[in-house]
C-alpha cells in the first residue's frame, strides 16, 4: 500500500470504528450526514491525497494538496465529511512519503516548509464546503477562513504562510494546534493504536473514547460552549474508567446524537492517528 | 470520479449496502470475515482497478488487471473479500474505459477480446485467495481452477481464452455466466438501483434482496446445494413480497448468518450493478 492508500484506509476505518459517540460510524447516521458520504467521501479525497504524497521538486505544496482533497470530497459526499482529518492528512502523508520516518519532528519540518501559495490554497479550500469556524482575533479579521477566497489578497498582501494562518486558530481549534504543536495528539492516538488488539477500527473506537477523555473536543466546544464540551469530556473519562460497558458507551452515543453534539475534531484526530498506526504496520492483513 | 474510483465505491456502497441477508454488510461480521476486511480489500484492489481502466495499445488484458487486483486486496485484507465483484468489475471497468458508453453489447465485445494471457492470470489469481469453487467437467479437469498457476500449461496448450474458461463454468457459477452471456443480471440491477429512491446504499440493499429472489445464488447452490439456494431464494421472494418489513429481513439474514449461509454471488452482482448505477450518474454528491 502506499501512503495515499493508507490515508484513504485510515478515513474509512474511521468512520467504521464503532461507537464513536456523537459521530457517524457503522452503526449511527446523523441526520444531516450519512455514512455512505463518508465512504464516497473517502474515494473523492484520493487525487489529492495523492498530490500529498508526491515527493521532489515539482510536489504540490501540501496546501495545495489539501485543497484538491477537499474539493474532490465535496463533490463526491455532497457534504463536508473529512475537511479537517484532510488537514491532518496532507502534512503526514507528505512525511510519511518524502522523510525517512514518520516522526513528530519530521512532520513539524513539512508543516514549517509550508508557503503562501498553501495558505491561499487552504482558504480557497472553504469555499469548496460548509465548515464550522469560530471568530478570529480581531487583528486577523481579513484573514477569517469565513471569507474563502476573498481572503487571498490578505494572504498574500500579509506573506503569512499556513502554517502562520493555523497558529491564528491553535487555540480554539484542536486540528489547528496538531499542526502548529508536533502533532502530539495523533502520536498518542498511534501509541494506543499499535498497543491495543482486536480489529484495527475496534481499537480506534476505544482510542476515540480515550482522547475525547483526555480533552474536550474545540468542535463541540465552537457550537455548544465550554461547558458542554467539558461535560461531554468528563462522560467519556467515566466510561474509559469503567471499561467495556459497551451498553453504557451506546446510551451516551444516542444521547449526543439526539443532542446534535458531535465532537468532530476528536474523530479527526483518530482518523490521523490511525494513519500514523498503518504506516507503522499495524492492521496489516486485514487485521 | 474516474472508472476505478466509481469501480472503488461500488465495493464500498456494496458492503455498507444493510441488510444484505448471510452477507458482511454494514450491521453484520461473519465469524470469519469482517466489514473492516472489506474496506481494506476495496483499497489494496485500487491498482488493479486502475489497470482495467487502461486504453489503448499497452494497456494490459482484463485478465491480468483482474489479478493484480485480486492480489492487492488478498494482501490488504488478508482474505478473500471480493474476488467474484472484481471479475465482474475489470472488464465492465475497462468497458467504461474504452467504450463509447458502457452497454451489454459493448462489455461482452470486451470480454470476447480476452487471450491465453488472460486466462493464465486469472488461474494465478487463485493462488492469492483461498475461493469457492465446484468441480469442473470431466473432461475439462487440467483447467480445474482450483490447480492454480499449475493449469497454465494446460491454458496455454489449449490456447483457452479467459472467456472460454469461464465458459465451463456459466452453468454452476453466476459469475462466469454474466461473462459469457452479457451481463443480464448486472444490468437488471443497475435499473432497479437508477430507478430506486433514497440513498444509493439502501437501494442496493433492497436490489440484492430482489436479485437474491430472482434466481438462487449459485455460491449457496455449491455449497450447501440446491434446495438450500432454492429455498433461501423463495424466502427473499416472500419477504421481497411483503415490501418493507425490515424487522422479518433482519431475521431472515441472522437466520442465514447462523447457518453459515452466504449468498456471495449475489453480492457480486450488487457491485456489478452499482458500479454501473454509478457510471450513469445515480448517486451523485453522496446521494
New interface residues.
Given amino acids: ?1 502506499t501512503p495515499a ?1 493508507r490515508a ?2 485510515a478515513l ?2 474511521e468512520v ?1 470504528a464503532t461507537p464513536t459517540p456523537g459521530n457517524v460510524d ?2 449511527r447516521d446523523l441526520a444531516d450526514l ?4 463518508f ?6 479525497a ?1 487525487p489529492g491525497l495523492r498530490a500529498a504524497a508526491r515527493t521532489g521538486e515539482a510536489a504540490p505544496g501540501v496546501g495545495v494538496a489539501f485543497e484538491r482533497a477537499v474539493g474532490g470530497m465535496a ?5 463536508n ?1 473529512q475537511f479537517g482529518a484532510l488537514l491532518l492528512l496532507a502534512p503526514l502523508v507528505r512525511t510519511a512519503a518524502a522523510a525517512e520516518s514518520l516522526t513528530p519532528e519530521n512532520v513539524s519540518a513539512v508543516v514549517e516548509g509550508t508557503t503562501v501559495a498553501d495558505a491561499a490554497a487552504f482558504y480557497r479550500a472553504f469555499e469548496h464546503v460548509d465548515v464550522f469556524v469560530g471568530d478570529p482575533p480581531t487583528d486577523a479579521e481579513p484573514l477569517d477562513v469565513r471569507r474563502g477566497a476573498d481572503a487571498v489578497s490578505a494572504v498574500e498582501e500579509r506573506g503569512v504562510s499556513l502554517t502562520a494562518v493555523l497558529e491564528l486558530g491553535a487555540e480554539e481549534d484542536g486540528v489547528a494546534a496538531e499542526w502548529t504543536r508536533g502533532f502530539p495528539r495523533t502520536f498518542r492516538v498511534t501509541d494506543r493504536l499499535v498497543d491495543g488488539h482486536g ?3 475496534d481499537r480506534a473506537a476505544r482510542a476515540f473514547l480515550a482522547e475525547l477523555a483526555a480533552e474536550p473536543d474545540t468542535l463541540v466546544a465552537g457550537r455548544h460552549g465550554d461547558r458542554v464540551a467539558r461535560e461531554v469530556s468528563d462522560r467519556a473519562a467515566a466510561l474509559t474508567a469503567a471499561d467495556g460497558d459497551s451498553d453504557a458507551v451506546r446510551a451516551f452515543a444516542a444521547d449526543l446524537v439526539a443532542r446534535g453534539v458531535n465532537p468532530g475534531t476528536t474523530a479527526d484526530i483518530v482518523a490521523a492517528g490511525l494513519f500514523v498506526a498503518l504506516d507503522r504496520g499495524a ?5
Fill in positions: 500500500m492508500d484513504q484506509l474509512l476505518y467504521a457503522r452503526e450519512r455514512f455512505g458520504q465512504l464516497a467521501g473517502a474515494v473523492g484520493r463533490d463526491a459526499a455532497g457534504t465529511t480489529p484495527l477500527p492492521g496489516g492483513g486485514g487485521a
